[in-house]
Every structure is written in C-alpha cells, then in structure tokens.
C-alpha cells in the first residue's frame, strides 16, 4: 500500500467523523425524546425487552451460562429460551459495573441507555462508510456521508431497534448484518476486510435463527464477487471463509452446551447453524485457493465449480439436517401456526398486513422500495464490473432483505437499513443537480428525492392514508382500543400483583413478560413458540365454551387466570371458537363481558386494566 493510498484512506476517515457524530446526535435525540421517559420508567412497548431483561436477571443472579430455561414460564418445568447469551452477558457487564454505587434498579436503567446506544454508534459508522462509497462513485462521497446520516437518522422501523429500553436482538443483528455489507464491498482494495465481513455474519447467525436468509445472501454475493473478478477477489473470499468458518466455530463452543452438540436445533445456535458455518466458509477458501487453474480459467467453468461445491455443500446440509429446511418454526404444529402465529406482527407477510392495514404497509417498507428505486438508477447502464462494488453488492443485500420482509415483515428493518445509503446517493445526487442548474423544478425534485428516501416520512403519509381509507368512527375505536391494549402492558398494570406470592397464572400470553419483569411470580403463556404447550393450553380454554374451558384450566398448573380485555387476542379467540361453540359463549366472551363462569373468582384489583380470576377446583 502507496503511502498516498494510505493518506486518501486517512483523509476519507476523518471526513467521515462529522457526518457520523451528527447522525449520531440528531438520532439519539429523537430516540431520548421518543423513548428516553419509558425507558426511565422500564416500560417496554416491545415485550422482548421485558423478557431479555428478566434473563438478564436470573444470568446477574447466577443462573447457568447454558441455562437457558425461564423457570418461571410454564413451571415447573420452564421453557427454554432459543435466544443467545452472550448479549444477557454484554447487557449485564454494565449492570455489575454500576450496581454497587447505584443499586440495581438504577444500573439497569443506564444500561437500557448504553447498550442501545453503542449499537447506535456502529449502525451510524457503518452507515456512513458504506454510503461514503456508494457516492465515490460520482464524486459524492462526503455529500452522500451526509445524507445517508440524515436519512438514516429517520429511519423507522430500524432506528427504533437502537431506541434507550432496546435489550432484543434486533439491533444486534443490523449493526451485524451491516458489517457484513462494509466488508464485501470493501474486498477489492482491502481483501483481509473479508474476514470482517465473515466474522460478522457469524456472529449474526449465531445470535438470532432468522438472519439466516441475509447470512445466505451475503454468502452468494462473496460467491458473485469471485465468479464475476477472480483476480479481484479470491484473496477476500478466502479471508470471508475464514472468517465465517472462524467465527461460527467459536460461537458454537461459547453457546452450546457439549451435551447438546449433537442435537439439531432449528431456532438457534446449534450443529446446523455450525454446518453451514463450516460449510459455507469450506466452499469459500476451495473456490478462492483450492481450485486448481483449469477449473477457474473461464467464467463457465467456474459457474461450474462453484455450482458444483454449492450443490455438495447444501445436499450435505440437507441430509444431516432436513427438519430444519422449512425454519425455525417448522416445528410449530397446526394449530399453534393458527391460532398463535398469526397473531404475531412481525410474522405476518408484507400483503397481509397491505390488506388489513395499507397505512403501516406504508409506512413498514416504503422507504425500503423507494431505495430499491434509487439503486435501479444509481446501476442504470452500469455494467457490473463498473458499478459492481460498492453498488452490485448493496443492492443485492437490499434484494434479499426486501425478499424477506415480503415473507415476512420483520425484514422490515433490514431493508430500511439497506435502502438508506441508495437514499442518501439519491438525495445528494439531487441537490447535486439542483446546485448546478437552480430552478424551482429542481428544487422540487431535490425535496421529494429527499422526502422520500427518509421512512419517517412514510411513516407520516401511512398515517395520512389510514386516515383517509377507514371512517373516523373505526378509527377513533381502533385508536381507542390500541391505548387501552397498551395500558395492559404498562409497570402500573403490574403493580397489584406484586403483593402476591408464590402465584402461577394461565394469562393471556402478551402479559407472560410484564409478570415476569415485575413481580416474582410464574405464567403459564408467553409470545414464544418453544412454550407452544402453556400456551395453547390458555388458548384452548379462551377458545371453549364455559363448560369445555373448566377442564382445560383445572388440569393447568396454575392457581389464577389472569387476561386484559383489551388485548387484541381476546377478541380473536372469540371470533375462533372451537368445538361449535357460538362465539358469544366462549370463555374469552364471557370473560371480556364480566361474566365469568363460578368456578372462576374475581379477585379484585385496583388501578390496573388487568382482571384476575381464581380457579376452582
């Protein structure tokens, strides 16, 4: 490396501080003003943050690194939980740090603050970075910087992943998938930056099952990089097989226990996700330094090689593993795909929720297609080996994430994220083209390319075709209904139980994480697939009539029904009764219309939406 290479490099990286620490500052003030005073208050509007806070908890208090189970969620037994320790540790380190001057409430406040926020800092950086080099292309760096970082500040639903309160995964997974990303597309000029991309995607495998369709995208891009510019990138792709094979070894022996080595787990870190590691990284390293010269001197043959490998490689995977071809959720059985399943929103499909809420469809993936339209024309008569890095790579990333949330909405903040460096290119391009030549037809143009690369500003005009779609009536009870929904989950819903001991409650299952974070007690339900038993044991009941639910909830390990109302799932239980039932005469009916059967008890409860029942035996 020129000592004038190194000094561009120098240059680029401190030009890129301003716009970083800008978008930085500008995000992390709307997410203080936004979420800071739930936060203050741990009150989480996502009930993974309760959940990953109450295992945070028992880790501080000495439950095993491979223990994994959540004893109070379906006692006695528990259920074991699919999520990766390693952030229950990341999240307690600064609890432990703080707990002896503040106490541990306190400590746990901060570290709702700090753990978000440092994810923030290296979602910001990256952004920056790749952005810097999608706009080198046309002199744009710095603009594109600056953009991107405004853009990226705006950028809901995957900003509101780094929001103070943010222990899930998510974030995690962004600024993981986000590393990926920079170290593709920075492989022709620097090929030890594979291994970033590589170490990367492992880790993101690693910490969450459903990243494995963006692990595999990245893994067929660094293929594509290698097809398409041996000469280029065979050093890199050898340097991202390294490192995947690396790094998903490493997070197999740190989160596995040895007696379940051998077990095929579909929904988190275990011998599959390790296989496609090693495999994945196996093909890599023989498609960069293995192949022989005859093999790799034509691009026919070596679209033959490398389909040749990929081909063992995944029929390899296949037969060691076909129960987890159809995902983590292959094991969920009929019913529980549903009756539960389809009441969780991030599991709907994109044309689902289009058909029932057009508005937040809107506001979910607009900016992400907008920024599928600005990377069309930033590759518009472009060929490949031109455009092809940064460009190629980060479209195809935006791609497979836009593939995803199709799927399934929860890609949603994957694209989001993808889409912001094609949004800040566009947007810089624009005033770029305005300041050239300015007129009024310009600056409009510079205004709606800007407008519409920010998804808050989806988000707006979602709300703004709601509006108009649904009668004010609908939508004032919708509005209504969403509030009173919300007030079941807040700390203060909670508090009249904590008086309670040694209680067990069949509940609704959203209210399984609110219980667990603010009391000592057990439920039988939660949000989670691997509690499919607790929980269809409490949907089954709400879903009989009054003399089949009795049965249902007496066998049940628990002492007190526990529900709210206003939870959506109440409703739908109603309107899916079984065995005949007439909706009305369901026990969720009755429930929600004050009339419980007399084998249940009201117990009363005062300053909280929740109702509390005892069961009679």
């Known amino acids: 490396m020129t000592f004038a290479t190194i000094l561009r490099q120098r240059v680029s990286s401190t030009a890129s501080i301003a716009p970083w620490l800008a978008g930085f500052a500008i995000a992390a003030a709307i997410l203080l003003a936004g979420y800071g005073g739930a936060a203050m ?133 962004l600024v993981c998938a986000l590393g990926g990303l920079l170290g593709l597309i920075s492989m022709a000029r620097t090929p030890h930056m594979g291994a970033l991309a590589g170490l990367a995607l492992g880790l993101m ?43 998903s070894s490493v997070m197999f022996v740190a989160l596995v226990p040895r007696s379940h080595w051998r077990q095929p787990v ?105 920024g599928l339209a600005a990377a069309v024309v930033y590759l518009w008569r472009r060929p490949p080996a031109e455009g092809w890095a940064p460009g190629w790579i980060a479209a195809g990333f935006l791609v497979a994430a836009l593939g995803l949330t199709i799927w399934e909405i929860r890609g949603a903040y994957f694209a989001t994220a993808f889409a912001i460096p094609f949004g800040g290119w566009a947007a810089a391009r624009a005033r770029s083209a305005w300041q050239a030549s300015p007129s009024p037809k310009g600056l409009a143009i510079f205004a709606l390319v800007a407008a519409g690369s920010a998804a808050a500003v989806w988000a707006s005009l979602g709300q703004q075709v709601q509006a108009h779609a649904t009668p004010s009536s609908t939508l004032t009870g919708y509005k209504a209904r969403e509030a009173s929904s919300r007030d079941c989950m807040k ?31 057990s439920v039988i339900a939660g949000p989670y697939h691997r509690d499919a038993t607790g929980t269809m044991t409490m949907i089954n009941a709400l879903r009989s009539d009054t003399e089949a639910a009795r049965p249902i909830i007496q066998r049940a390990l628990a002492g007190y029904v526990l529900v709210c109302p ?15 039932a007439a909706p009305q005469d369901t026990l969720a009916a009755r429930l929600n219309a004050n009339a419980p059967p007399d084998w249940l008890t009201r117990v009363p409860l005062e300053g909280t939406p929740l109702r509390l029942y005892r069961i009679q035996r």
């Open 491 to 521: 700390p203060e819903a909670f508090a009249p139980l904590q008086s309670m001991e040694h209680a067990t409650f069949l509940n609704n299952f959203m209210l399984g994480p609110g219980v667990l974070q603010w009391t000592g007690l």
């Open 566 to 580: 206003a939870l959506p799932e109440m409703a739908f239980y109603a309107r899916h009764p079984a065995n005949g």
């Open 41 to 173: 208050r741990q009150d989480f509007t996502e009930p993974d943050n309760a959940m990953r806070l109450v295992e945070v908890r028992d880790f501080i208090d000495g439950q095993g690194w491979f223990d994994l189970t959540e004893k109070r969620l379906n006692p006695p037994d528990g259920t074991p939980m699919h999520w990766a320790r390693w952030i229950d540790a990341a999240i307690a380190a600064p609890i432990e740090l703080l707990k002896p001057f503040s106490g541990q409430h306190t400590a746990e406040v901060a570290a709702g603050f700090i753990w978000p926020f440092a994810l923030l800092a290296l979602f910001m950086w990256l952004i920056v970075r790749i952005s810097a080099d999608i706009g080198a292309r046309d002199g744009l760096r710095t603009e594109t910087s600056w953009a991107a970082a405004l853009v990226a500040a705006l950028a809901l639903p995957a900003l509101d992943k780094f929001a103070p309160g943010a222990f899930d995964h998510h974030n995690v997974e």
């Open 205 to 247: 495998l690693a910490t969450a099952a459903e990243a494995a369709p963006i692990v595999a995208a990245a893994t067929l891009a660094a293929g594509l990089l290698w097809l398409v510019r041996p000469d280029v990138y065979a050093r890199g792709l050898a340097w991202f097989g390294g490192g995947l094979a690396l790094s």
């Open 266 to 370: 579909c929904d988190a870190m275990s011998t599959p996700f390790l296989g496609f590691g090693l495999a994945a990284g196996a093909v890599a390293l023989l498609l960069a330094i293995g192949l022989p010269a005859v093999a790799r001197a034509t691009l026919l043959r070596r679209l033959v090689s490398a389909g040749v490998a990929g081909a063992v490689a995944l029929g390899a995977l296949y037969a060691l593993f076909p129960e987890c071809a159809r995902g983590g959720y292959a094991a969920l059985g009929p019913d529980m795909t549903s009756l539960w399943l389809v009441q969780i929103s991030e599991a709907r499909s994109l044309a689902t929720l289009a058909a029932d809420n057009p508005g937040m469809a809107m506001g979910v993936a607009g900016s992400a297609f907008a």
